[in-house]
């Protein structure tokens, strides 16, 4: 046998780890294992890459991905290019981690081709599964990043406004902002009040408190617009957010008057070594996708569900995002601890 592994769309800490354990189970077992360089790229160009245990190696400890990735370029009108091209490099099936474009562009070719495909994304996003790797390691570093910034908040009584990525959903912001105690988290599934905003920086401000640190989810509409930052033409998802912080930072100042700074977090959140948690999950990812392709389990996508992972279809994943409610117990416990949202 031999399989194809292949990851798409934006990295996340943990794509290294599904490779590794994915390449070394099936290695164990005598199956033949290649990379496909550069997402569907590598497909279309008959570009691939051996796999084996020594050369995937420690790969787990690192984020970004040993195959290369693209969120540039989908299967479109190509479909059956790509089952050609598939075929002509005598894979038996592939594994493909990916975010919802890759799952949606992979739809097009699912009933030609063996397909087990698992969810990826830091923004916690995606739909059929109630977590994805990437997003606690990233959830980390926001919160230390707020941690860290209290001290120049304090230091100048500043206002400090950290932004997150996330597009449309808010657990990047919400879950890091919390981990940190930020003063306000705020999120997309929210519709912005200033007034009401302003209001509680006002509070916190003449109760002692000599700066604050806003944790802001770059999804967040000012005066019911998104800050849209770039256009990526031809990509599944065209429009990158950020500059929000920016913008509310300067709003704010003229409010409290207050000095207030924003800061980008951006693709650092993409970029930090997967921490032990993500390390486990992605490694199990890995070995679940290669024992199910031994078993000759094909066209099912890995779901984290009631605290295991689970075999689903593979449409689940391209449903609209899964965004936060905001009834949920984390956001009124946050509310109750002081965090405005
Ligand atoms: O979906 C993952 C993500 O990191 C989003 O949070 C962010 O909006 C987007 O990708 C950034 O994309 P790019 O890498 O093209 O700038």
């Known amino acids: 046998m031999k399989v194809g592994i292949m990851t798409g769309g934006g990295d996340a800490p943990g794509l290294n780890g599904v490779i590794e354990s994915a390449t070394k189970y099936l290695n164990q077992n005598g199956v033949e294992v290649v990379g496909i360089v550069d997402g569907f790229e590598g497909i279309f160009d008959l570009n691939t890459i051996d796999l084996n245990r020594s050369r995937v190696d420690g790969a787990y400890q690192t984020s970004g991905t040993i195959l290369g990735t693209s969120n540039k370029r989908g299967i479109g009108e190509d479909a059956e290019e790509f089952i050609e091209k598939f075929n002509e490099l005598g894979l038996d099936g592939l594994i493909a981690a990916g975010g919802d474009g890759t799952f949606q562009a992979l739809g097009a070719v ?3 081709i063996n397909i087990l495909g ?8 995606l739909a059929g599964t109630d977590m994805t790797f990437g997003h606690h390691t990233a959830s980390s570093l926001i919160s230390k990043s707020i941690a860290t910034l209290k001290h120049s908040a304090n230091a100048h009584k500043r206002v400090m406004i950290l932004e997150t990525m996330g597009r449309t ?3 990047l912001a919400l879950n890091g902002g919390r981990a940190g105690y930020s003063d306000a988290i705020l999120l997309p599934e929210k519709e912005l009040d200033m007034q009401a905003f302003v209001a509680d920086c006002k509070e916190k401000l003449s109760n002692g408190r000599r700066g604050l640190v806003i944790c802001v989810s770059e999804g967040v509409k000012y005066q019911g617009k998104s800050s849209i930052k770039k256009i990526v033409e031809g990509a599944p998802e065209q429009e990158r957010l950020g500059g929000i912080s920016d913008i509310l930072a300067n709003a704010l100042e003229k409010e409290l008057s207050v000095e207030c700074r924003n800061v980008i977090l951006g693709h650092l959140q ?3 070594p997967p921490e032990i948690f993500d390390q486990l999950f992605s490694m199990e990812l890995g070995a679940k996708a290669a ?5 000759g389990v094909w066209n099912k996508g890995l779901a ?3 605290c295991g992972i689970k075999s689903v279809e593979l449409n689940e994943f391209c ?3 899964r965004r936060v409610n905001l009834d949920i117990e984390e956001v009124r416990h946050a509310r109750g601890l002081g965090i405005y949202i």
């Open 110 to 112: 699912s009933d030609k």
């Open 118 to 125: 698992i969810p990826k994304t830091i923004d916690n996003d």
């Open 169 to 171: 959903a808010g657990w």
């Open 270 to 272: 993409r970029s930090e």
């Open 291 to 295: 024992e199910l392709a031994m078993e």
């Open 304 to 306: 984290y569900k009631n």
């Open 319 to 321: 449903a609209p995002p």
